[in-house]
Antibody
Framework: QVQLVESGGGVVQPGGSLRLSCAAS????????MHWVRQAPGKGLEWVAV????????YYADSVKGRFTISRDNSKNTLFVQMDSLRDEDTAVYYC??????????????WGQGNLVTVSS | QSALTQPRSVSGSPGQSVTISCTGT?????????VSWYQQYPGKAPKLIIY???KRPSGVPDRFSGSKSGNTASLIISGLQAEDEADYYC??????????FGTGTQVTFL
């Protein structure tokens, strides 16, 4: 069965950096684009970034552009997001999510359990 | 890209129907047939319940249905059940590799 397991969250000071990982299993990871979606405490969902199946194309929400970098290692079935210049408003639970198919318009049919990132001094 | 607008909460009695609206613009909801809905329980990951406006993934009860008119999409829950108490989010593809979620709606029993 499809499994997505995030790791790497924690507490970081404003201006600091953190890298999240998402280990995938149960499907052909290298055949799917992958997304990061976040949810601030008590708030709604916000799409963060997407990376193509082969890592050649990456797209970001305006709120994180220039600060976050999405990447993947298909040999290890793992998705990453490098978060730099972190701000208070980046505090959130971060989910990795898999689309249902090969189109960028496809919905997110599998989600990880979520990983909390807290930006605080 | 601004979040899609949903009512903060909707309520209904067991067995009743409730409708959750999701209002966007012609650049997102109105411009694409790619509206999806997610159900989320507290502390849990979202779950896909409707995609492409009105399609249900395997295993999702048929009391959940979706529709769209112009810039507004809707999720209808017919025959409200106890396990339907949750938060619901719409999401629309907004073109150019961009995605926008709704503000979220809490469904509760009266």
């Amino acid at each position: 069965q499809v499994q997505l397991v995030e790791s790497g969250g924690g507490v970081v000071q404003p201006g600091g950096s953190l890298r999240l990982s998402c280990a995938a299993s149960g499907f052909s990871f290298s055949s799917y684009a992958m997304h990061w979606v976040r949810q601030a405490p008590g708030k709604g969902l916000e799409w963060v970034a997407v990376i193509s199946y082969d890592g050649s194309n990456k797209y970001y929400a305006d709120s994180v552009k220039g600060r976050f970098t999405i990447s993947r290692d298909n040999s290890k079935n793992t998705l990453f997001v490098q978060m730099d210049s972190l701000r208070d408003e980046d505090t959130a639970v971060y989910y990795c999510a898999r689309p249902s198919g090969s189109y960028y318009s496809d919905p997110f049919d599998y989600w990880g359990q979520g990983n909390l990132v807290t930006v605080s001094s | 890209q601004s979040a899609l607008t949903q009512p903060r909460s909707v309520s209904g009695s067991p067995g009743q129907s409730v409708t959750i609206s999701c209002t966007g613009t012609s650049s997102d909801v109105g411009g694409y047939k790619y509206v999806s809905w997610y159900q989320q329980y507290p502390g849990k990951a979202p779950k896909l319940i409707i995609y492409d406006v009105n399609k249900r993934p395997s295993g999702v009860p048929d009391r959940f249905s979706g529709s769209k008119s112009g810039n507004t999409a809707s999720l209808i829950i017919s025959g409200l059940q106890a396990e339907d108490e949750a938060d619901y989010y719409c999401c629309s593809y907004a073109g150019t590799y961009n995605y926008v979620f709704g503000t979220g709606t809490q469904v509760t029993f009266l």
